[in-house]
């Protein structure tokens, strides 16, 4: 069955310390793969995806994330965390179906805390 | 161009009362999803559609619960005889195609006292 973990349930960074959040997926086919990130009581708004091509990609508030297929990973990382940046962050995995279905599988979220 | 539009944003029901949530898609998307977030359980998928027609309902309870999505108008996700255990963040998002990329709207928090 599709799935999609990260690991790190609650992570605490200092303002301008760099930052990589985890996220393995589990999915027989080439995978779609998002970020999103969450602030309290908010939606989600979407950082990044990757669908195909270069598998290090951009998105916005700074953050990049990379594919890497043999570890059926995309991490996501900034250089520098600025305390806006404190909020929860999905890994989502797109899964189509034959029957013409779409839906997005989000692993757990990791809450970032960022320290003055 | 607004973004996805969900109402209300809170919504407190008593046991055994219906609740309806509604979601305006982005200008342009036919494309619409629902999602439940519950308290340490995370963000599950519930049921996608497009204009008139369900594409893939299995992500929603067998009772008490629907979804719409009509020619004219906004998606409605109704639930019926509420109870305790569906209180919970509701979201819906929209797309303009498949395999894309869904936005998100800022959801639904259900309370049932």
């Known amino acids: 069955a599709q799935s999609v973990t990260q690991p790190d349930i609650h992570i605490t960074v200092s303002e301008g310390a760099s930052l990589e959040l985890r996220c393995n997926y589990s999915?027989?086919?080439?995978?779609?793969l998002f970020w999103y990130v969450q602030s309290p009581g908010q939606g989600l708004q979407l950082l990044l995806k990757?669908?195909?091509?270069?598998?290090l990609v951009q998105g916005i508030k700074g953050f990049e994330a990379e594919f890497k297929r043999s570890q059926s990973s995309f991490n996501l990382r900034k250089p520098s965390v600025h305390w806006s940046d404190a909020a929860e962050y999905f890994c989502a995995v797109g899964i189509s179906t034959q029957g013409g279905s779409e839906k997005l599988v989000f692993g757990k979220g990791t809450k970032l805390t960022v320290n003055p | 161009n607004a973004g996805v539009m969900q109402n209300p944003r809170h919504l407190v029901r008593r046991r055994g009362q219906e609740a309806r949530l509604r979601c305006s898609p982005m200008?342009?998307?036919?494309?619409v999803y629902w999602y439940r977030q519950l308290p340490e359980e995370g963000l599950k998928f519930m049921v996608y559609?497009?204009?008139?027609?369900?594409?893939?309902e299995s992500g929603m309870p067998k009772e008490r619960f629907s979804a719409e999505f009509p020619k004219e108008g906004p998606s409605i996700l109704r639930i019926q005889q509420v109870v305790r255990g569906d209180s919970a963040a509701y979201f819906c998002?929209?797309?303009?195609?498949?395999?894309?990329?869904?936005?998100f709207g800022p959801g639904t928090r259900l309370t049932v006292t």
């Open positions: 990757y669908f195909s091509g270069d598998t």
């Open positions: 999915y027989g086919a080439t995978p779609y």
């Open positions: 998002a929209s797309s303009p195609n498949v395999a894309t990329e869904q936005y």
């Open positions: 559609l497009q204009k008139e027609n369900i594409i893939d």
């Open positions: 200008k342009g998307h036919s494309h």
